[in-house]
T-cell receptor, first 109, second 116 residues
Framework: GQNIDQPTEMTATEGAIVQINCTYQ??????LFWYQQHAGEAPTFLSY??LDGLEEKGRFSSFLSRSKGYSYLLLKELQMKDSASYLC??????????WGAGTKLIIKP | GAVVSQHPSRVICKSGTSVKIECRSL??????MFWYRQFPKKSLMLMAT?????????EQGVEKDKFLINHASLTLSTLTVTSAHPEDSSFYIC????????????FGPGTRLTVL
């Protein structure tokens, strides 16, 4: 099946840290992606995890646990420009991306 | 990094007309291109996958006669929305992938289609 789930919306404060969770269920797995999408724009790539563990890239980090079907995106030192939707997607055995519905992140001053 | 362009970025058309959207990979050869549509505040929905030189594979529920996809070269794929209706109004996004088995897809900027 194609089951992938993430929260619909989250709110955080400028300068703080926020963690966006993503859970999935699949029989075929070739990695987990996180994308950022600002309203009216195409998604932009943030991270890719295929092995368990934490990948850090500047203010953004992504974690994967394959056995739990779980990933999170961690955003530190939040800035107003981080207000966007964050999409997680896993790549199935056919190398197709299966998308979550996206998490709208609202940053407040 | 790899760049994918789409043209036009915005189009407004009358109901019943056809609209063609182009997707180009500018600095790499895309063996596979994907077409997505996205309704407001919704996730990306894969419409079809096209491989250069072969027929596109459409997702369930997507009408192949309505959404014509042509992937004639390694750098160009086109999506034609035939006999467009207001319910076809959406944000259409293409993405491209280089070699088979590569994981990253590169997204075009999207095309906003409004059918009056």
């Amino acid at each position: 099946g194609q089951n992938i789930d993430q929260p619909t919306e989250m709110t955080a404060t400028e300068g703080a840290i926020v963690q966006i969770n993503c859970t999935y269920q699949t029989s075929g797995f070739n990695g987990l992606f996180w994308y950022q999408q600002h309203a009216g724009e195409a998604p932009t790539f943030l991270s890719y995890n295929v092995l368990d563990g934490l990948e850090e890239k500047g203010r953004f980090s992504s974690f994967l646990s394959r056995s739990k079907g779980y990933s999170y995106l961690l955003l530190k030192e939040l800035q107003m420009k981080d207000s966007a939707s964050y999409l997680c997607a896993y790549m199935d055995s056919n190398y197709q991306l299966i998308w979550g519905a996206g998490t709208k992140l609202i940053i407040k001053p | 990094g790899a760049v994918v362009s789409q043209h036009p970025s915005r189009v407004i058309c009358k109901s019943g007309t056809s609209v063609k959207i182009e997707c180009r990979s500018l600095d790499f050869q895309a063996t596979t291109m994907f077409w997505y549509r996205q309704f407001p505040k919704k996730s990306l929905m894969l419409m079809a996958t096209s491989n250069e030189g072969s027929k596109a594979t459409y997702e369930q529920g997507v009408e192949k006669d309505k959404f014509l996809i042509n992937h004639a070269s390694l750098t160009l794929s086109t999506l034609t929305v035939t006999s467009a209706h207001p319910e076809d109004s959406s944000f259409y996004i293409c993405s491209a992938r280089g070699l088979a088995g590569e994981t990253e897809q590169f997204f075009g900027p999207g095309t906003r289609l409004t059918v009056l």
